[in-house]
C-alpha cells in the first residue's frame, strides 16, 4: 500500500499536484474470506495519512473495510423517511394537485433515497 501511495504521489507531482494530507484519507478493503488485519501506517513527509473503515463520497457511503453496503441502504431508507415526513402535510392535502405532489416527490424525496 505505501509503494502504491508513492507512485501515486510522484505521479501527481509530474502533473503539478500536491497531495494535501489533511484530505487525504485511505482504507484497505478485505476479501470476504479474509481476516480483518490492521492498515500499515502510511507517511508524507513525515505527516501520517489516516487510515479509515468507510469510505464516503459526495455523501454516499461507498464502502467498508468488509465491503457491506447495509449501513448505505439503512442510511438512505432513513433519509427517505426523513424528506417524507417533513412533507407529509402537503403531500396528503386534498388542495394540493396531484401533478404537483408528483413534482414534490421526484425532486426532494426521490433524490435523497
Known amino acids: 500500500m505505501a509503494e502504491t501511495y508513492i507512485r501515486l504521489k510522484s505521479a501527481a507531482r ?8 489533511s484530505k487525504t484519507k ?8 479474509e481476516e480483518a488485519r490492521p492498515p500499515p501506517r502510511i507517511y508524507n513527509d513525515g505527516d ?4 479509515v473503515e468507510e469510505f464516503v463520497y459526495l455523501g454516499s457511503l461507498l464502502v467498508t473495510v468488509d465491503n457491506d453496503t447495509s449501513r448505505e441502504i439503512q442510511r438512505r431508507i432513513v433519509a427517505g423517511n ?9 403531500l396528503r392535502s386534498n388542495k394540493v394537485r396531484r401533478n404537483t405532489k408528483l413534482t414534490i416527490y421526484n425532486t426532494l424525496i426521490r433524490p435523497v433515497v
Open 14 to 21: 509530474r502533473i503539478g499536484l500536491v497531495i494535501n494530507v
Open 26 to 33: 485511505y482504507m484497505m478493503a478485505k476479501g470476504p474470506r
Open 48 to 51: 501520517e495519512i489516516e487510515a
Open 82 to 90: 426523513r424528506a417524507y415526513f417533513r412533507l407529509r402535510r402537503t
